[in-house]
């Protein structure tokens, strides 16, 4: 009698192509900088209803929002429904963008996959079948997700009320090749970046550079989603947008949404010269980085993939005598003890160099430059220190501060942290030192650098001095708050996953960083008014340090750390399903 | 001297290591011999204070190790069986992060740091990233570091793993030289032949227990066996290897 498995096929029916293209896909998904645990669908599923949730807003704002538009004169309802279709535009091509860019080091194959696959027998051609594939659907079904709302919703509330059915469906086309256009633009611009950085440069210089395209990317990315609800009110409504249109203002010209804004309006029937000149930008550009990205990309593959073992076994570069003498002296005067030198050393190289750890940082700095740029770039200069400009140092100091402290919980090679298990001998408050020394490498020293100087050519010397003291000493008591009860060496410590709520946490930090800025800035304006006010900052400043350090010291002591694994959450959670 | 004393460690009712007790003068280098999951590398960690006996305890110069673990693993030098490496960090950097955390004098590491690169035929690549490494030059700064500070107890776990046949022959060669300087050498390893040359004595571990402990010239003598090989088969495998060989040699070949 046959058996069951006689029945099956000799050889499995899935293509390898499919084979593959699902294993790319899924690895998309086990990237370090979506999940930061092993459960990349719980964080795959955050971002897409974080990605999701501008577009669902239209649901409720819609009813409204047509009304308001129905009772404007045609003139401004126009310019306001170009305002919305720029912001949606704008945010798709940031989202995909940024999604692209985050994928930066699986568009090409990379050493492993060469190792792994190389000696299969595949073809290149389907290894790049299966990777673009799996590229395409990654990215599709998050196009369709940061769509959501905005494909049938924006259509619906803004098609024009005198328009026909078709110049309704016009409409709905129009925005629809519009998404797709752009949408596709803001992925094959990152793909034609890299295919071009990877044909241009040797590939160790290419190895080096990477990671801080990648990180200037997604930090302009990032920072893009940030301005956009404030910018449409201010570039592209009311009087300003007519002027600048008017003018084919490079303002207008210079940004890609506004093409593709441009090919929707006139898709949809809105003619004259600069939606025709704007709709053709659109098009040569799409055409243009699609060819390139398409050129290079096909160039790369074969090529990247024996590179990657090629590079493997070139030399590294060795310190400069400047760098030397550098590193000589900072052991000589800052970081005299060899503990506190491990810690300073390991947090920097770690921020600068670990891929999760420098993204998750700098995603914090995008939007501490992203809210500093919306805020000043139409503020005047001139005149006196005012309370709006000085809060702005302050904004990047918090964000800067609380980006450190939360990049410190997340391990880098948790298994390689028998290093420190091992070697670490010290105390945790000598490891301690080295790392505030590293978080005032990192944050304050070169905010810092930046604005006193900046200081002293708006308001003069003394200004300069009492602003870089006032910030000083609030980037102390901040570093001393947000390491308070931190008894562990960065970036060496377990994590637990779910621990750090991201919605939670950066409600507080958007109400901590309003709330602190002004506060901090109120003091420091305070502060300018007489220089002699600074006296009266710095001596409670002294006396609260000289009983702050030895408690501090004495808590370290009791603490048992260094830490190296955080403790499970113990409680039960019952959720009444015991009946 | 370095003694275990009773060691036992038991996850939940099962014990990866059951009352073993040895020790290590100065001078002698001891093998740990053993099959997968006879609890070598169970016995390597909690020797080097990673791992805490769940009974028994490690003993240095007379002292228990758990009573100042820290000034103990001063004492320790380790090579671990897998190489986990910030593999972002260039080998000098790493080198130089383990002279920090061992509170070694900074000028002083730093030239030893650069011999021992030169020694180890990494001279030229100290300052590339670890991640562009080979297994060979991971385990070349993995024996590195743990010589860096000149520990006199130096334990190595499977310390040949990934080096090329010239590289361990000097490390046949330094492994005896550390010894002949007093240090005091655990070995752990499956590579039977270089265990026989370089050890003073042997443990045969099974099961989490000793099942032979001696010098391997007497192990030879007490067993009537040629080799250490020989003992080893003879005290350990219990299965017909052959026989398991031929099996798989017979699915491999299966059409249908």
Known sequence: MPSFLDALPERSTVSPTRRLANLFYERFFYNDLLSTHDDPQLASANLMAILAFPGLLCLFWIPKYYVTLARMPEAARDLAVFGDRFFWLSFEMAVLGLLTTLQWDRLLPDRRDYMILGPQPVSVRVLFEAQVKALAKFLGMFFVIANAGSALFFPIAAVPKRAGNIEGLLFFFGHWVSLCGAGLFAVLLVIAMQGVLTNVLRPKLFERISPFVQSLLAASFLGIIVLLPMLPGRVLSGAASVSLLAKQSFAIFALPPVWFAALGESLAGRHGAVFTALAGSAVLAAAGVTLVAAGTYLLSYQRFMRRSLESAGQHGARDSQAAQAFRGALRRTWLKEPSERAAFLFTLWTLGRSRQHRLYFGAFLAVGAAIVFAQTWSLSLMGGPSLRLLSQPYILLFLALVGIRVVFAFPSDLPANWAFRFHAGATIESYLKGTRKAVWAAGPIPLLALTTPGAAMLWGFSAAIVHGAVLALVAWITIEFALWGFWKIPFTCSYVAGRAHVIILWTFTAVGMLVYASSMASLELWALGNGWRLLLLAAPAAAITAVWRPYRSLLAADSGGPIFDEPEDTRVYLMNLSG | ?256
Not at chain 2, 13 to 27: D, I, M
Not at chain 2, 46 to 70: C, H, Q
Not at chain 2, 108 to 122: M, P, V, Y
Request: include cysteine; glycine fraction near 8%; proline fraction near 5%.
């Open chain 2, 1 to 256: 001297m370095l003694e275990a004393r009773a060691l036992s460690k038991r996850f939940g009712p099962f014990y990866a290591v059951r009352e073993l007790s040895f020790c290590v003068r100065p001078g002698e280098v001891l093998g740990l011999l053993g099959p997968n999951g006879s609890g070598k590398s169970t016995t390597v960690n909690m020797l080097t204070g990673l791992l805490e006996p769940s009974e028994g305890d490690v003993y240095f110069d007379g002292a228990p190790a758990r009573n100042d673990l820290t000034a103990y693993k001063r004492k320790l030098g380790y090579l671990p069986e897998v190489p986990h490496l910030y593999t972002y960090l260039s080998g000098r950097e790493y080198l130089e992060l383990v002279g920090c955390l061992r509170e070694m004098p900074a000028a002083a590491t730093d030239r030893k740091i650069r011999r021992l690169l030169e020694l180890f035929s990494l001279g030229p690549d100290g300052g590339a990233r670890i991640s562009s490494y080979s297994k060979g030059m991971r385990q070349k700064i993995l024996i590195a570091a743990a010589l860096l500070d000149d520990p006199p107890v130096l334990v190595f776990d499977e310390p040949l793993s990934g080096l090329d046949v010239t590289s361990a022959l000097v490390f046949r060669d330094l492994v005896k030289q550390l010894a002949l300087a007093g240090k005091m050498i655990v070995y752990s390893s499956h590579a039977l032949e270089t265990v026989e040359k370089i050890c003073t004595r042997v443990i045969i571990l099974r099961k989490g227990r000793a099942v032979a402990h001696d010098s391997v010239q007497a192990l030879r003598t007490l067993m009537k066996m040629p080799s250490l090989e020989d003992v080893f088969t003879q005290l350990v495998v219990q299965e017909d290897t052959s026989r398991i060989a031929s099996e798989i040699v017979a699915a491999i070949e299966a059409r249908a």
